[in-house]
T-cell receptor, first 111, second 113 residues
């Protein structure tokens, strides 16, 4: 079964609003990472949160991790048009180097 | 400090031809990973290599696919006798000793006609 399932699949918001997306996984992990992918481009690493951490911030990004519920959330505050992209969470399923990605959440920020 | 380099960015092959995808890791990185992304899906792990060694190829199809990371030069992902189902984006990532902190290249988009 696939690790790192994101929810929702797609999200459309107005510039300036916040965007929240969630990620669920099935087995225990050591860490969880969030990546951004602009259309037709590679992945940009956003943030890594370890299993003993509950929350982490990076600029306008806030990531939470709840290991009891096996879920994580990514919050983008004060969204901008440049935040339009697909966002993926990745877990270290079956070994720390074998990142396992979900299908992603596509975020569209309307001007 | 250049990031992970992949070439070509786009590759078109006819069914039955061979595709060779190249990846140069970030400077100082000795671990290379290949992932495949099918349309509307997330990335799927294919293979993990260190210099001259394949560490884990559990995600790679048993036939037609091979990967190498020679002592000198880039890592190569080779797909022989391509079929339409091989059409996908192939991403390479590299890391230093922290194998979970992987940096991705821009990908090679393979189209099989």
């Amino acid at each position: 079964s696939q690790q790192g399932e994101e929810d929702p699949q797609a999200l459309s918001i107005q510039e300036g609003e916040n965007a929240t997306m969630n990620c669920s996984y099935k087995t225990s992990i050591n860490n969880l990472q969030w990546y951004r992918q602009n259309s037709g481009r590679g992945l940009v690493h956003l943030i890594l949160i370890r299993s003993n951490e509950r929350e982490k911030h990076s600029g306008r990004l806030r990531v939470t991790l709840d290991t009891s519920k096996k879920s994580s959330s990514l919050l983008i505050t004060a969204s901008r048009a440049a935040d339009t992209a697909s966002y993926f969470c990745a877990t270290d399923e079956g070994g720390e180097y074998k990142l396992s990605f979900g299908a992603g959440t596509t975020v569209t920020v309307r001007a | 400090n250049a990031g992970v380099m992949q070439n070509p960015r786009h590759l078109v092959r006819r069914r039955g031809q061979e595709a060779r995808l190249r990846c140069s890791p970030m400077k100082g990185h000795s671990h290379v990973y290949w992932y495949r992304q099918l349309p509307e899906e997330g990335l799927k792990f294919m293979v993990y290599l260190q210099k001259e060694n394949i560490i884990d190829e559990s995600g790679m199809p048993k036939e037609r696919f091979s990967a190498e990371f020679p002592k000198e030069g880039p890592s190569i992902l080779r797909i022989q006798q391509v079929v339409r189902g091989d059409s996908a984006a192939y991403f390479c990532a590299s890391s230093g000793t922290a194998v979970n902190e992987q940096y991705f290249g821009p990908g090679t988009r393979l189209t099989v006609t």
